[in-house]
């Protein structure tokens, strides 16, 4: 079978590999699809302290049972998954008190475990054992439901901001997660949802998709001021920080609505983390700044239902369906921010 395995920054290999079995515990999938995003170009680019290379990439991943190992109940061969990509442990304090976004011993398909950019996969017993493997509903296709990991994600981050009915919602940053905020921002009640971007051609494409209520260039707009004006001198009452970047992070504090909540979606460089906080912003208008970071099994299995259900649609955010022997091409197009949604078609 074909794979495409990381071997150290800049250097990724479609490369031929033997075909794995399923052991007790796991299952084994051939890959329908598995998309991309730009987690995946900052691992091209640079690398990840948790990938020991070589290892197979991919963590987006949609697909059909074709091997079923010992001992696994409720899955059997034809049936059509979508795997988390997170994997919490299941047994340390934050996973008993149902944080499992935070567990402590948290490990990665696609990271610590083969994933997805090949022709079949072995979904580990770790996933199993936390209820990793849903079952794709009737209607959903395959390159739909690996969209359902980063709208997990999406879907955690807005529970954590408590995005409901009647708010103001302004996300900054228009690529797919962008993108996935404003619809899940309408299906969770929000009355009016505001999308802004740096890149005005990204910000084009993006909002003739999603068509948010107002659009914001940031490159020739004071983004503070503009959010203020739409929202008649209030703010918007959630902010999401959908771009790795600290200055929008700023901007999130002096934007957002007296009681506001502010969600750090988008993580910053490992080497630039650190912003400045004006601390009496958060102190006098009573602000509630979060983090976000990936999804449980749980959400991961919320959003198919989502998607099946219509309320958050993900099809046409798929621009660009490239066959594995283009994952590179893959990869740079997401780095190029030419399309939406890119996903690999083993």
Known sequence: MRVARFYAPGDIRLEEAP?????PGEVKIRVRNCSTCGTDVKIFRYGHHHIVPPRVMGHEVAGEVVEVGASVTGHQVGDRVQVIAAIPCGNCAECARGRMTVCANQESMGYHYDGGFA?????????????????IPEGVSFAEASVAEPLACVLN???????????????????????????????NGAA???????????LEQAASLVKPDAVICSANTDLVQAALDLTEGRGPDVVITAAAAGAVQEQALRMAARSGRISFFGGLPKDDPIISCDSNLVHYRELTIVGANGSTPAHNARALELIASGRVPVGDLITHRMPLDAVLDAIDVVARGEAVKVTVEP
């Open 19 to 23: 075909e794995p079995h399923a052991q």
């Open 119 to 135: 022709d079949y996969m072995i979904v580990p017993a770790k996933v199993l054992a936390v209820g990793g493997v849903n079952p």
């Open 157 to 187: 981050g807005q529970e954590l901001a408590r995005v409901g009915e009647g708010d103001d919602v302004m996300v900054i940053g228009s690529g797919p997660i962008g993108c996935l905020h404003v619809r899940m921002a309408r299906a």
């Open 192 to 202: 009016r949802v505001f999308l802004a971007d740096l890149n005005p051609a990204r």
